[in-house]
T-cell receptor
Framework: AQKVTQAQTEISVVEKEDVTLDCVYE???????LFWYKQPPSGELVFLIR??????QNEISGRYSWNFQKSTSSFNFTITASQVVDSAVYFC????????????FGAGTRLTVKP | DGGITQSPKYLFRKEGQNVTLSCEQN?????MYWYRQDPGQGLRLIYY???????QKGDIAEGYSVSREKKESFPLTVTSAQKNPTAFYLC?????????????FGQGTRLTVV
């Protein structure tokens, strides 16, 4: 069975602070895909990144960076120099199949960035 | 612009009524999905469809029904059998390219039972 755990329910930071959102996953599949989505107050989930299980290279995109470690089954997300516009709920997700039938989402982490 | 359109944005249902949530996409995606989101919980899969005229139950299909008569459309009916329908419903679509491609989401429908 696949499972995603986001232990941090809510995080509050002050603008310009760095913040890391944790994601731990469980799967028996050797091929799987990990995702991060952002859900702003409007409700729509916005895709941020996808990683397959064979690519452990960390990725940086502007102020966003992702650390994928298979040894600890973690796929953490760091926002550097946070901004008020980063306030949202962030979801980590795991899919073990190529057609997303079994995509599992974590419970989400609500990030509030205060000015 | 390409995307997924869900309507209505807000929906109120009386107990015992069936209601239908609309989901339309113009991304030419084969696969479409319906998720339910409750406060403090992640998304849970209700139904999914990989091709026209075919759909499968997800984890929480009881009390819901769907149809997929057109590639672009995947409406969800919340029936009176769904005991706790108040929730936020999200529709999504994706390619079927064999590479775990990401899903794209609509803006959601918030359903409230009154």
């Amino acid at each position: 069975a696949q499972k995603v755990t986001q232990a941090q329910t809510e995080i509050s930071v002050v603008e310009k602070e760095d913040v890391t959102l944790d994601c731990v996953y469980e799967t028996r599949d050797t091929t799987y895909y990990l995702f991060w989505y952002k859900q702003p107050p409007s409700g729509e989930l916005v895709f941020l990144i996808r990683r397959n299980s064979f690519d452990e290279q960390n990725e940086i995109s502007g102020r966003y960076s992702w650390n994928f470690q298979k040894s600890t089954s973690s796929f953490n997300f760091t926002i550097t120099a946070s901004q008020v516009v980063d306030s949202a709920v962030y979801f980590c997700a795991l899919s073990g199949s190529y057609n997303n039938n079994d995509m599992r989402f974590g419970a989400g982490t609500r990030l509030t960035v205060k000015p | 612009d390409g995307g997924i359109t869900q309507s209505p944005k807000y929906l109120f249902r009386k107990e015992g009524q069936n209601v239908t949530l609309s989901c339309e996409q113009n991304l030419n995606h084969d696969a479409m999905y319906w998720y339910r989101q409750d406060p403090g919980q992640g998304l849970r899969l209700i139904y999914y469809s990989q091709i026209v005229n075919d759909f499968q139950k997800g984890d929480i299909a009881e009390g819901y029904s769907v149809s997929r008569e057109k590639k672009e459309s995947f409406p969800l009916t919340v029936t009176s059998a769904q005991k706790n329908p108040t929730a936020f419903y999200l529709c999504a679509s994706s390619l079927r390219d064999g590479q775990g491609t990401e899903a794209f989401f609509g803006q959601g429908t918030r359903l409230t039972v009154v």
